[in-house]
């Protein structure tokens, strides 16, 4: 089935790393996704993995994958005021015409001066 | 370059009206697809256009229906709406259908 999950909040201070986790079931996802939408917008991509890899980074965002667990987080370092925002993790489908994103219900930073 | 745009931003219906979304893709896009998000949730797959042809449906009734121009801009059209329809309504373009990227959305209320 597809289904993927999120812790619903997180909360760290202004300088932390933060740390923002999700669990997928469809083994055979070819790319996984973190997205940020912040209040009234639309989402933003912000990084993607891709099945084969382990890590991802790019400048403050790292992102890990552990497909043995089906397992996937993002990392936010020297977290600011401004990345406060809800995170969700998406996962999109394998072959053929599948290329459907299967998101997960979010998770909500909130970053604290 | 401009990104992907939808219009309108906000819209007020009544139960069992019908409402037509429009969303023009980024530039080099060849592929739309269109997601409901209902308030507290994450974003649901409702279908996507490629070569003006629905490719891939969600899990939704044929009350929503899609339409893609040969210039890859599309149209979400929903019939008798209902209350439950009242959502965030979000346009993606990409090149094939993998890295996605969204526009700001259409504010559905449904009174």
């Known amino acids: 089935g597809e289904d993927v999950e999120q812790s619903l909040f997180l909360s760290v201070r202004e300088g932390d790393s933060s740390v923002i986790n999700c669990t997928y079931t469809?083994?055979?996802?070819?790319?996984l996704y973190w997205y940020k939408q912040e209040p009234g917008a639309g989402l933003q991509l912000l990084t993607y993995?891709?099945?084969?890899?382990d890590m991802k980074q790019d400048q403050r965002l790292t992102v890990l994958l552990n497909k043995k667990d089906k397992h996937l987080s993002l990392r936010i370092a020297d977290t600011q005021t401004g990345d406060s925002a809800i995170y969700f993790c998406?996962?999109?489908?394998?072959?053929?015409?599948?290329?459907?994103?299967?998101f997960g219900t979010g998770t909500l930073l909130a970053v604290q001066p | 370059d401009a990104g992907v745009t939808q219009s309108p931003t906000h819209l007020i219906k009544t139960r069992g009206q019908q409402v037509t979304l429009r969303c023009s893709p980024k530039?080099?896009?060849?592929?739309v697809s269109w997601y409901q998000q209902a308030l507290g949730q994450g974003p649901q797959f409702i279908f996507q256009?490629?070569?003006?042809?629905?490719?891939q449906r969600g899990n939704f009734p044929d009350r929503f229906s899609g339409h893609q121009f040969p210039n890859y801009s599309s149209e979400l059209n929903v019939n008798a709406l209902l209350l439950g329809d009242s959502a965030l309504y979000l346009c993606?373009?990409?090149?094939?259908?993998?890295?996605?990227?969204f526009g700001p959305g259409t504010r559905l209320t449904v009174t």
């Open positions: 256009y490629y070569e003006e042809e629905e490719r």
């Open positions: 998406a996962e999109l489908g394998y072959g053929g015409a599948t290329n459907k994103l299967i």
């Open positions: 469809d083994s055979s996802s070819t790319y």
């Open positions: 993995i891709f099945s084969n890899m």
């Open positions: 993606a373009s990409s090149l094939k259908g993998f890295e996605q990227y």
């Open positions: 530039s080099g896009h060849d592929t």
